[in-house]
Structures are given as C-alpha cells and as structure tokens.
C-alpha cells in the first residue's frame, strides 16, 4: 500500500537491516516492511502460538482464543486504525502479528514461573524475549542469526509500550547489537499496535469468559460501559434474546473503542504540530491515545476484568498448576541438562547466567502442551485443574 500521511513510516526510508542483504536475495516485489511482515506469518515462533494461552491454559473448548488468533485479531484492528491515519498497514500488521511471541507456555503463569527461576541472572520479561525470538533463536538464514527484521519493526517491538529507559538483559543485548533509541517513543504504527492489543483483549476477553462461565452477563453489567453498550445493542435489536447480542455488544464496544482511539490520534496529532515520523520518536508523550474519558472508561473494564476474571478461583488454580509445571522443567534441566534435545544440549553454555538464560529460552518457545508433556517425562505426573 502506498502511505500518504506524512507521519507515517516510510519502507524506501527505512533505516535498513542490522545484516545486509543483496537485492539478488529479495523474492517478489515486496517493501522492507512486507517482508518483515512475511518472515513473522512463516516463522516456527509464530505457528507455536496457536498452542500457547491467551486467557484459558491449554483449553478443551476449541472456540476459545489462543495467542495466535489474539494476534490476527489485534493485526485486523490495527489494520483498520492505520488505514484511517494513513499509516503504514504493512509496518503495523507485522508489528501486531510479533508482539506476543515471546511469550512462554501458559502466558503470565509461566512468565512469573521463569522470572522467578531466573532471579540473579537476569529474570525474565515476555517482551524482551520477543526480540531475542526474532533476533537471535529463530534463526532459518544460513549465514546469520535471527530474522533479520528491519530497525522499524524491531524499534516498534521494543517500544511498542512507550520508551524504555531500564531494559531487562535481553533487550539490552538486542539493543546493543542494534541500537534501538530505547529512551524514545517509536513509530505510530507502534503505538497503534500496542492499544489494538488493548481493544482486543478488553472485549474478546470478555466474549471468552462468558463462554466459559467464569463470567455472567449480570456481572458484567456492573461495568458502566459494558452497560451503556448494552443498552444500546438492546435498544437496535428488541426482539432477539440476550444471549444472541454478546457478539454484537463486543462488536459495538471494538468499534466504539477505535473510534475514539482515531479521533484522540488526530487531535493529539494536529495540536502538537506532527509533520513527520522523526517528528513522532522527538515527541514527549505518545501520540496515539484514547480520549480522557474512554482512558477511563477503558481502565475500569480492565480493573473488573482482573477482578472477576483473571484472578478467578478456578484460573488461580490453573495459574498455580502453570507455575508447577514451568518450574519443574526448569528445575530438571538444570539437575541434568542430558534431558534437553540434542541440538540445545550442545550449545549449552558452561557458565552462569548463560546457562540458566540458555534453558529458559528452551521452556520459552514450549506450547503448553508439550510443557505437559515434558513435566510428564521428566518430572512426574501432575493433575490438572479444570480447563486444561
């Protein structure tokens, strides 16, 4: 697509790829951030996403949504959002697809479990392992290391949450190998990308916890928005029961929430005076927001969320049976490394924190399933809570 907005991020102006790559290389007729694109949909970290938890560990139910369909779904919002600011659609879906690959088997749970197993060396964040994924184990190139994705895409990935002055050990190693300008804001696209995953989990979540149980549409109701929604959807569509309208109030919300998010961009854009995308990484705050009153709005969802659903009875217990398992694996590996598979074992470093680093990168890239099934083989059985 060409961008016409003049803040959006440029591909021909792209600051390039951190290993140079000869034009007699390139396959099709594609722009730097098509390719970056391209390289995220293909990658093995990718596809072990569709095995890895969203808000339900290794669940039964094949309707619910796992991080692989959580990521479509945010590139489908941020793709909407950046056609309407003219940004770069291609720059913004790549960044969307990417920004949860690094996160470990059974989400959070399994993020806290290797934090807390990696604690003197380093610790552990599932942002900071998305660019070690994509910068240094995901490696199907024969002559270097990673995916070799261009500076915006690993700018945005890094930043998409705003800048980063005190970075974990992994970031810090994919900034030093190609500075990132950490301290600063990154891209639009990137900043569109981080509140479509906002939009996203807001409302799928609650699509999921109904479907689930966990949540009622009574309780739900409590929150204000949800119920202004609700009354709106109702008063559309009078004569159809209840529960044949959750879809479209999490249409509705997901379409009220981008609205006010386009809205908020192009005032903030206008009333600070953006002409470019340097324009963008110079400024002192972020650019792409909700309005005063959606921010609100939208952090008193998230506080009922956790609340009523993610801090759940029966998820606690799952979160509880997660850390069991990641921490097991973790604790194996390290007494006798002769259970990594070949390849791993080898390249085991002799020496901390590089060898703690080495086989948390290992348990990292499990779906759950195979954390499962690996906690079988190497440690024992275990039960698991309903919902696994």
């Keep these: 697509m060409t961008t016409t907005a003049r803040w959006a991020s440029d591909p021909a102006r792209s600051r390039g790829r951190l290993h140079v790559e000869p034009r007699a290389a390139e396959r099709g007729p594609r722009d730097a951030f098509q390719r970056d694109r391209d390289r995220v949909v293909h990658s093995i970290s990718f596809r072990r996403l569709r095995h890895k938890t969203q808000v339900f560990m290794a669940p039964d139910g094949d309707h619910f949504r796992v991080r692989l369909t959580h990521s479509i779904e945010v590139a489908q919002i941020g793709r909407v959002i950046a056609r309407s600011l003219g940004l770069n659609e291609d720059l913004t879906e790549a960044l969307c697809l990417a920004h949860d690959i690094g996160h470990p088997p059974f989400g959070h749970a399994g ?3 290797l934090k807390a197993a990696l604690t003197g060396k380093g610790g552990f964040d599932h942002n900071g392992h998305t660019l070690r994924a994509l910068t240094v184990l995901e490696s199907p190139y024969p002559r270097w290391l990673g995916l070799n994705l261009s500076w915006e895409t690993l700018d945005g990935l890094a930043k998409h949450n705003g800048p980063v002055r005190h970075p974990g050990w992994a970031l810090a190693e994919a900034d030093a190998a190609f500075p990132l300008e950490l301290t600063r804001y990154s891209s639009l696209e990137a900043q569109v990308a981080a509140l479509a995953d906002d939009i996203a989990y807001d409302n799928h979540d609650i699509d999921d916890g109904l479907r689930a149980g966990l949540l009622s549409l009574d309780a739900i109701l409590a929150v204000p928005m949800i119920a202004e929604g609700w009354d709106a959807v109702r008063a559309r569509f009078p004569d159809c029961a209840p529960e044949r309208l959750v879809g479209e109030l999490v249409r509705s919300q997901i379409g009220a929430m981008v609205n006010d998010l386009i809205a908020s961009t192009r005032a903030n854009l206008a009333e600070h005076q953006i002409e470019t995308a340097e324009d963008v990484r110079a400024a002192d705050g972020a650019m792409v927001t909700f309005s005063d009153g959606m921010r609100a709005a939208e952090r008193t969802l998230k506080r009922f969320m956790y609340a009523e659903l993610y801090h759940h009875p029966r998820q606690l217990a799952a979160a509880e049976t997660a850390a069991q398992v990641v921490s097991g694996l973790f604790a194996a590996y390290a007494d006798d ?8 074992r080898e390249a085991l470093p002799a ?3 590089g060898r703690s680093r080495h086989i948390a990168d290992f348990i990292a890239g499990m779906t759950d399933r195979f ?16 919902g696994f």
């Design 111 to 113: 993020e806290d479990a």
């Design 337 to 344: 490394p002769r259970r990594l598979p070949d390849g791993w």
């Design 351 to 353: 020496e901390e924190p």
């Design 371 to 386: 954390a499962i099934t690996r906690y079988r083989e190497h440690v024992g059985a275990i039960d698991l809570p309903e």
